[in-house]
């Protein structure tokens, strides 16, 4: 069997992944699968590792040890004989193409219009014509609600608009995965339902997703697997309302009796 | 609490005329007696000193005024604005590619980049103009060799490297190291977030330099790049060290030493040089309102 692919029928599949930033030893062996269509939502303590394991999935983290698999292709390398050779910056852009990224500071492109933040992807990433990308945008914005606004810069925006443009500009790439970090952390409370409502209708119209966010509400409902983190690890993990409801590990126990 | 669409004068939006119109605060305007006070002083000094240089014979106004645009001046505005331009445009070039190159993973390409700085920020630009004079005395004839092997082309240094060519390379190396600093600052103020969403794109590198993070750098980028063209201005003055003579301040020296008359001519170079940089300025204004898109400090342009 070709070692670069595994044959599962898992979209997202992490081994044992292990990330060390200098001394510190920031994931200790995590495993990760999700299936296509699933939402699998991560929370945990601030510093838990649960966004670094995010970064590493669309390879924005290098990690140290372990293998990633999307929709069983490897990552990052081309594995021969247990040796690991880096693929060229050119093949690591294809492989993120698969992916689409939502940051917890929405980073949209300050320098560009709402709808030309939306294009970007089709246009400058796949070469699509103009006017294809512009429609694609249009789309685009008007299912996040935003169908008036894409002539605003970012600036002109709310928190949550801006993020809801975010949504639509990974969106745009048509992924496979959409990698959420914590996307609602940065938002001003009222704004955070509108976010939450996007994110909850894709994932209603069957986009497979890892969610990481401090909304345990927004996990219960939405999530379909929940991973609980801590120092690197995940500590629990299974249906997020049996977590939720009844957490077995003590951090498990400890982490929710502080945010519920 | 009924909307009147008549009385509505704006003619944008509808507005909810109350009953009870609001009595609006009544206010007086501060008086400013200092203000008024230091424009007068002001205006006296001014006249006084136009007065002073005006009327007084020592600058020789006739003569300011018979060679503001004589035919070696105006050839000089032309050879010290092309020397700026092009010399300008080669520093960018160079910065350019060095800042790239200080941003690489290959040590031997970044060492490169910071020699070059260290090298031309270090020595004084009068000192690299001179040696670029020099360079066709040091090196007669240059020629294409195959590494100990025959010679495939060789050519007289002179009809290379001529005084135009050689005034160019060295104001713009010189002023690539400086603009260096000045691009890596600029690239150095972005947010690493926004490339990492480019990333995330599966943008390649090139175009995450190009599209993403350039465009945001000018806006840091311009207003010390725009100092430095108007630096570069009056630094062509420099190029007689190479010698190079015909930019304006060689042409006005010259007018001036063959009158005995220092100062008129002076004032001719001065009004010059005063008047490419007020364009330069203008450039400058509509290069920032352009790269401000987003978060321009300038009245952003209706949609």
């Known amino acids: ?260 | 609490m009924t909307l009147s669409a008549k009385s509505v004068e704006t003619g944008i939006a509808p507005v909810l005329i109350e009953n009870s119109p609001v009595a609006r605060n009544v206010v007086i305007p501060r008086r400013h007696p200092g203000r008024f006070l230091a424009v007068v002083i002001l205006g006296i000094v001014v006249l006084q000193v136009l007065q002073a240089v005006v009327a007084n014979p020592n600058f020789h106004w006739d003569i300011y005024l018979t060679y503001l645009f004589a035919p070696q001046v105006i050839r000089g505005v032309g050879w010290t604005l092309l020397l700026t331009v092009v010399a300008m445009s080669v520093a960018i070039t160079v910065a350019g590619l060095l800042v790239i190159l200080r941003d690489r993973d290959n040590p031997v390409l970044r060492g490169l980049a910071y020699a070059w700085v260290w090298f031309f920020r270090g020595t004084p630009i009068y000192t690299q103009l001179l040696f670029w004079g020099l360079f066709a005395v040091l090196f007669p004839t240059l020629s294409l060799t195959i590494p100990f092997g025959p010679q495939i082309i060789t050519v007289e240094t002179k009809y290379i490297l001529t005084p135009a060519l050689a005034a160019i390379l060295g104001l713009g190396f010189n002023e690539s190291a400086y603009l260096t600093e000045i691009f890596r600052a600029g690239f150095n103020s972005i947010d690493r977030g926004q490339a990492e969403a480019a990333q995330a794109l599966g943008m390649g590198q090139s175009k995450i330099w190009w599209r993403i993070l350039m465009p945001q750098a000018m806006r840091v980028i311009i207003p010390p790049t725009g100092n430095e063209a108007i630096g570069m201005l009056k630094m062509t003055s420099l190029v007689l060290a190479i010698p190079f003579t015909l930019d304006l301040t060689f042409a006005t020296n010259a007018i001036s030493n063959r009158l005995y008359q220092p100062i008129p001519l002076l004032m001719v170079a001065g009004t010059w040089y005063l008047a490419i940089t007020s364009v330069l300025m203008v450039g400058q204004y509509y290069l920032e309102r352009y790269f401000g898109k987003g978060v321009s400090v300038h009245p952003a342009r209706a949609e």
């Open chain 1, 1 to 260: 069997m070709d070692m670069n692919a595994n044959s599962s029928e898992f979209c997202v599949e992490m081994q044992n992944i292990h990330k060390f930033y200098g001394l510190v030893h920031a994931l200790k062996g995590v495993d990760l699968k999700v299936r296509r269509g699933e939402v699998s939502v991560a929370i945990g303590p601030s510093g838990s590792g649960k966004s670094t394991l995010l970064r590493c999935i669309n390879q924005l983290e290098n990690i140290s040890a372990g293998r990633i698999f999307l929709k069983g292709e490897l990552q990052g390398f081309t594995e021969r004989a247990g040796r690991f050779h880096p693929l060229t910056p050119g093949q690591i852009a294809a492989q993120r193409r698969l992916t689409g990224m939502v940051f917890q500071r929405f980073n949209l492109f300050p320098h560009m219009t709402a709808l030309e933040n939306v294009m970007e992807g089709p246009s400058y990433v796949k070469g699509w014509p103009k006017e294809k990308a512009r429609a694609k945008a249009h789309d685009l914005l008007d299912r996040v609600g935003l169908g008036g606004l894409g002539s605003r810069y970012p600036g002109q925006l709310s928190g949550g608009q801006q993020q809801r443009v975010a949504i639509a500009r990974a969106l745009a790439m048509d992924p496979e995965v959409m990698l959420f970090d914590e996307p609602t952390s940065a938002l001003d409370p009222e704004l955070v339902g509108e976010v939450l409502e996007v994110i909850k209708n894709l994932a209603t119209s069957g986009m497979t997703m890892v969610v990481v966010t401090h909304e345990i509400g927004f996990a219960r409902e939405v999530g379909n697997h929940l991973i609980f983190m801590d120092q690197g690890q995940v500590v629990e993990e299974g249906y997020p309302r049996e977590i939720l409801e009844h957490p077995k590990n003590p951090r498990t126990i400890a982490f929710l009796s502080k945010v519920l």
